[in-house]
């Protein structure tokens, strides 16, 4: 099954904010209830910032949200810090009941 | 608070196969997937296959049907992956993740450590 497509990367200056996009054909988001997000930092395991579009488990920053429109899910990160610098991924089911993640957005802290 | 602990890191020859522990704590082992994802250095997140220890239902991502063994011993709480025919494009960080325990998705939620597997003659 194909990646979800993200951008390779996104930029922002600590406080801004910053939105991610999360794209599959429709028939990879054929449970739009169904997309999560996680945070990834070299060298540790990945951690969960949203799922079912817009929850947050418990002890994640509200600065964290989830939304989606369409076949595209979008991770917008509020009062950027420099902790956030982290690759940061979707993921979703495919028609077939498998799981997909998107391709991965680099987040830079400048 | 759920947990998965990983067995340790492999160093493998092409074309033998490796294997895989992902101990599960804190949640209902039977009730829960166990997800297998792949990360190659360098590259992104790829999903391999999950299965259902309650039932042993298994679902593999296309690439990896055929080469990829799970199994799950509910008793102990432990899932392993098993992949085989080993080449040096399977060098990659191997994490196995279940979903979150009060929701309705299945996706990954909870990740083991990670276990890195590097294959090499």
């Known amino acids: 099954q194909s990646a979800l497509t993200q951008p390779a990367s996104v930029s922002g200056s600590p406080g801004q904010s910053i939105t991610i996009s999360c794209t599959g054909p429709?028939?990879?988001?054929?449970?739009?209830?169904?997309v999560s997000w996680y945070q990834h930092h070299p060298g540790k395991a990945p951690k969960l910032l949203i799922y079912?579009?817009?929850n947050r488990p418990s002890g994640v920053s509200n600065r964290f949200s989830g939304s989606i429109s369409g076949n595209t899910a979008s991770l917008t990160i509020s009062g950027l810090q420099a902790d956030d610098e982290a690759d940061y991924y979707c993921?979703?089911?495919?028609?077939?009941?498998?799981?997909?993640f998107g391709t991965g957005t680099q987040v830079t802290v400048v | 608070e759920v947990q998965l602990v990983q067995s340790g890191a492999e160093v493998k020859l092409p074309g033998t196969t490796v294997k895989i522990s992902c101990e599960v704590s804190?949640?209902?082992?039977?009730?829960?997937?166990i997800h297998w994802v792949k990360q190659a250095p360098g590259k992104g997140l790829e999903w391999m296959a999950l299965?259902?220890?309650?039932?042993?239902?298994?679902i593999f991502a296309e690439r990896f049907q055929g080469r990829v063994t799970l199994t799950a011993v509910t008793s102990t709480g432990t899932a392993y992956m098993q992949l085989s025919g080993l080449t040096s494009d399977d060098t990659a960080v191997y994490y196995c993740?279940?979903?979150?325990?009060?929701?309705?998705?299945?996706?990954?939620?909870?990740w083991g450590q990670g276990t890195l597997v590097t294959v090499s003659s």
């Open positions: 993740a279940t979903p979150i325990v009060d929701g309705q998705s299945s996706l990954p939620a909870h």
């Open positions: 804190g949640n209902t082992f039977r009730d829960s997937y």
């Open positions: 299965i259902d220890p309650g039932d042993g239902e298994r």
């Open positions: 429709s028939s990879d988001f054929s449970e739009y209830s169904y």
């Open positions: 079912e579009v817009s």
């Open positions: 993921s979703s089911y495919t028609s077939r009941g498998t799981c997909v």
